[in-house]
Each structure stands twice: as structure tokens, then as C-alpha cells.
């Protein structure tokens, strides 16, 4: 069983539990998972016991044993700071409010880390992975024979899915919102050929800004260069499994039950705003994030946050008896702590933010999956005030994570206070 060597670099904080083991396989191969199915599931569209034989044939199951071993090596050090530097000398805080809660608590104004990470700064480890001999399979084959061997398959998309997470995901807590970010950096294949498209190891390199340019330019999450040519795999798997005939792509008029790679329910776009760190990425999207969502004046709070805002929700909603609660859409639950008040159960949000990295700096990569988000029956309730229900649309969702992305990609700080708005609106004689 050959071995191949991956050099992964951190890229932004990763929270991966509370003890002091920095990464673990089953957290890696959990988001490995998760992009698997949304590419194979824009070739199985709606069917998900084929969906999930797929998976299974790739990653094992408990019956059978993933087909590739993976193990890590030089993992770096864990820290336990609550003020670390890249926390320093924000007069909002940005950063903070995109970690949240469950990260870390806000005191005085600032914010405090409770949870161990792994910082940026020089945290590379190894991932080795043993992967099913196909040289043989490879040589044995016929010159007009076109499809791949299953385990050709097998290996090319599970290096695909790890390719994914490094492209466009992240390992541990906040993933959405911009943590957790690896990179693949080097790759020894030490003398073995990879199956296609890896052919070339260097392509396994995480992708510069020039593939999020590419992506912009769709303003789509769909599968291209490497993942394109990954289709065919999934095709060879589905005539492998004998489920060739109950797989289909999901029509233009169907809206996916699970994240999904789409042309058609999927937003993207790379940000007008650049920066020379990721820290300084994370604390402007941060601001422009809780702008996004709150956009009323709250000046007359005697609380010490900054800046002053709150969410049109909260008098609609909880004061005002509207049914209508489209914050909803970028994730449930809604934590009013003041009111006491909480929104809905857990529900993850559809809207990622990546940051990414290329010579002129770090750009922000926006996308969302416009997946069904809610199942069906599925009810929101305010926990607090009576158990009344309140409405949350995928139409919502689209409106919601559309907004955010159009108006990233083309103005490097859209989203102002509700007073700097106003005034604006005031100039243009609005």
C-alpha cells in the first residue's frame, strides 16, 4: 500500500476541541464528508441512500474500513491565550464577534479567547495517507479503455474532498466564519502516479485567487478545473455500485435538499476589500458582517459594545408581533440575551467566509449554498416569549446570502452604521 506525503499550513486560527490535541483524523475526514457529497450530489441529485453508498464506498463505513488510511504527523502546539495579539488594538470587535459565543465572551467592551487553538504563525504539520495500489490496475488496462478503476476513483475523490476543505472549508469551530482555514502547501508522492487529474501533484497545491477570479466571474459555486475533471469518478463509482439508473443532476426548477456544487443554487463572489494579513481580513468582515445583520440605531443602549446596532428584528419581532424573521436565514439559533430570547434550534448557516490567499494580499471568498434550509414542517419558535412561531424562507436564505455577495465583491466596505445612511441618503438628495 503506497504511501503519499501532504504538507498542510494552518492559515487562520483552529478551534478544535477543548483538550490540547490540535487536530484529529475523524475531525479532518468529517469535512472531507461534507464536500464530497456536495460535488457527488450534483451527479446523484436527489436520491440520498445512493448518495450515501457513495460516500461510504469513498470514506468507509462502520461495517468496512475507509479504503484510504490517513494518519498526521508534526501536528503543532496548542495555545491557551484569551488576548492574543491578533485580538490587539481593534476599537470594535470584529474578529470576536465573528467567533462568537461559543469561542469566547465579550468583557469590557473587548473580547476573551476560552477555548484552546492553533494560531497561524508557523503551524505546518503532515498528512500522510495510504492509498490502494492502482499502478496495477493502471497497466493492466487497454489503450481504448476510458473510464477509471473504481480504486483510481476512490483515491482521486477522496484527494479531491481534501482538496475542498483546504479550497474552500476549514477543520473545527467557525469554519462559516473563517476559521479553521488550511492549506495544502507541498506533495510527495514519493515516485507513485496519482490518478487524474492529480496526475500532476502540483495541482493538489491549494488554488491561488486566480481559480476564486474564476469562480467570481460565475458568481457560482460549481465544479471547475480539478473538480470538473472529477465527475467522470463519481460516474464510475455510480456503474461500480450497480445505481447508474437512480442517479440523476438536479433539475433547474428543483431546489436541492443538501448543499450542493450548482450553476444555478449557489452564490459566490471574491470582495473588493484586500488586506495584508488575515487578521486584518477577519476584523473588517466582522464589522461589515454585524452591519449586514444590524442595521437599526440602538445609540440610546447603555450597554458598552460597539457600535451602537441592532437588528430590525428585534422591535419587529419581539416587540412588535411580526411573523416574519429573515435574519433566521444566516443561521438559527438567534440569541437575544437581553430579552432572553432565543430563535429557533440549531441550524448551521448556508453562508461560508473564506479568506484567501494570493501575492497581493488576503480577499475575502464569499458563497452559500441555496439548498431547501429548513426540513419540511420544521418549526421556528421564539424560546421566551410564549413559543410563538416566526417564518424563515429559503427565499430568505437566497435574498440574504445574495445581498451579502453582491455587494462585497463590488465595494470594499458596503455595509455603514444606520447614521452614516442616513446621511449618505441625505447627500444624495435620497
Known sequence: MPWITLRLRVTTPLFNGDDDVPLRVSSLRGAMRYWFRALAGSRVGPDIRVLRRLE??????????????????????????????????????????????????????????????VPPENSQFALELA??????????????????HPDESVVALTLASLWMVCAYGGVGARVRRGFGGLSIIKVEPHGHVLPAPWTDPELLRSPGLDHYRALDSL????????????????DTLLTHLGVADAARPWREDETPTYPVFSSTRTCAGLSAYSADHWNELLAHVGRQYRLSRATSDNSASRTN?????????????????????????????????KDRVTVGE????????????????????????????????????????????????????????????????????????????ARTGAWSGT
Open 219 to 234: 458568481q457560482r459555486l460549481q465544479p471547475i478545473g480539478p473538480l470538473e475533471a472529477c465527475l467522470p469518478h463519481v
Open 346 to 421: 440549531r441550524r448551521a448557516s448556508p453562508l461560508w467566509l473564506r479568506p484567501v490567499r494570493g501575492d497581493e494580499g488576503w480577499r475575502l471568498f464569499s458563497f452559500a449554498f441555496h439548498n431547501t434550509f429548513l426540513p419540511e414542517g420544521t418549526e421556528v419558535k421564539l424560546n421566551g416569549l410564549g413559543g410563538r412561531s416566526v417564518a424563515v424562507t429559503d427565499d430568505d436564505v437566497v435574498q440574504r446570502t445574495g445581498d451579502w455577495v453582491r455587494r462585497m465583491r463590488t465595494d470594499p466596505a458596503p455595509y455603514r452604521l444606520p447614521w452614516e445612511e
Open 56 to 117: 461510504n464506498t469513498v470514506f468507509g463505513s462502520t461495517e468496512d474500513p475507509a479504503p484510504v488510511r490517513m494518519r498526521l504527523t508534526g501536528l503543532p502546539t496548542v495555545r491557551r491565550n484569551p488576548h492574543p495579539s491578533f485580538l490587539d488594538k481593534q476599537e470594535e470587535p470584529g474578529i470576536g464577534y465573528l467567533m462568537g459565543q461559543g469561542l469566547g465572551s465579550f468583557t469590557g467592551g473587548g473580547y476573551r479567547i476560552l477555548r484552546p487553538y
Open 131 to 148: 492509498l490502494p495500489n492502482t499502478d496495477g490496475d493502471r497497466s493492466e488496462r487497454s489503450g481504448d479503455e476510458q473510464s477509471p
Open 305 to 337: 459594545y460597539r457600535p451602537k446596532v441592532k437588528t430590525p428584528e428585534r422591535d419587529a419581532v419581539l416587540r412588535g408581533g411580526s411573523d416574519r424573521f429573515p435574519l433566521g436565514a444566516l443561521g438559527l439559533p438567534v440569541v437575544y440575551s
